[in-house]
C-alpha cells in the first residue's frame, strides 16, 4: 500500500479536514514551510490559500503523487503532536516529543488490536480524520499493512 492509498481510502471529506488542520506556525517551527509550499506548488501557505487547493492537491493524491503525498503526511502530523504524543502515551510506545529514535524498533508495541483500543480510547477526543490519518500512517510506514483501517460503526456490529 502506498501513503496515497491511505488519503484516498479515508475519502476526500477526510482529506479537506486534513488539509485544514495544517498549522502553519507548526511547519514554521520544523523548518518545512518552504518545502511544502514548493512541493504542494503554492505562491504563499495560509489558511485561505489551502483551502482553495484541496480539490487541486486531492487531484495529485488520486494521480499517484506519492512524494507530495509523503510531504503532505509530514505537514499534517506535524500540526498534531499533542495528539501523536497522547496516542503514543496510551499504547506505552517510548517517543521523544512524538517521535521515535532512530535506534529505536517500535512495532512489537503494535500489538493485535491496537487499532481499535486507540479509536476507542481517542474517538471524539481528536477530530477523527486525523486520528484515522494517523493510525492508518503508522499501520502504512511500520507495519507494512496492505489496506486502510476503518473502525467498524455500532450499527455494523
Same mark, same amino acid.
Given at each position: $500500500?502506498?501513503?496515497?492509498a491511505?488519503?484516498?481510502?479515508?475519502?476526500?471529506?477526510a482529506?479537506?479536514?486534513?488539509?485544514?488542520?495544517?498549522?502553519?506556525?507548526?511547519?514554521?517551527?520544523?523548518?518545512?514551510?518552504?518545502?511544502?509550499?514548493? =512541493?504542494a506548488?503554492?505562491?504563499?501557505?495560509? *489558511?485561505?490559500?489551502? =483551502? !482553495?487547493?484541496?480539490? !487541486?492537491?486531492?487531484e =495529485?493524491?488520486?494521480?499517484?503523487?506519492?512524494? @507530495?503525498?509523503?510531504?503532505l503526511?509530514q505537514?499534517?502530523?506535524?500540526?498534531?503532536?499533542? $495528539?501523536?504524543?497522547?496516542?503514543?502515551?496510551?499504547l *506505552?510506545?517510548?517517543?521523544?516529543?512524538?517521535? @521515535?529514535?532512530?535506534? $529505536?524498533?517500535?512495532k512489537p /508495541?503494535?500489538?493485535?488490536?491496537?487499532?481499535? =483500543?486507540?479509536y476507542?480510547?481517542f474517538?471524539? *477526543?481528536?477530530?477523527?480524520?486525523?486520528?484515522?490519518? /494517523? $493510525?492508518?500512517?503508522?499501520r502504512w510506514e511500520?507495519?507494512?499493512?496492505?489496506?486502510v /483501517?476503518?473502525p467498524?460503526?455500532?450499527?455494523?456490529a
Amino acid at each position: $500500500m502506498h501513503i496515497s492509498a491511505v488519503y484516498l481510502g479515508l475519502g476526500q471529506d477526510a482529506f479537506a479536514q486534513l488539509i485544514r488542520g495544517i498549522s502553519i506556525g507548526k511547519l514554521k517551527t520544523y523548518q518545512i514551510y518552504e518545502g511544502f509550499k514548493v =512541493r504542494a506548488h503554492l505562491q504563499k501557505v495560509n *489558511t485561505e490559500s489551502l =483551502r !482553495k487547493a484541496v480539490p !487541486k492537491l486531492w487531484e =495529485r493524491i488520486g494521480a499517484g503523487d506519492e512524494d @507530495f503525498a509523503k510531504d503532505l503526511a509530514q505537514a499534517v502530523l506535524v500540526s498534531h503532536l499533542d $495528539m501523536i504524543t497522547a496516542v503514543l502515551d496510551f499504547l *506505552t510506545i517510548p517517543h521523544e516529543n512524538g517521535f @521515535f529514535s532512530k535506534d $529505536m524498533d517500535p512495532k512489537p /508495541y503494535f500489538t493485535e488490536g491496537w487499532e481499535g =483500543r486507540v479509536y476507542e480510547n481517542f474517538h471524539g *477526543t481528536w477530530p477523527e480524520a486525523i486520528l484515522l490519518f /494517523y $493510525m492508518n500512517h503508522l499501520r502504512w510506514e511500520l507495519l507494512g499493512a496492505e489496506e486502510v /483501517y476503518q473502525p467498524v460503526s455500532p450499527s455494523a456490529a
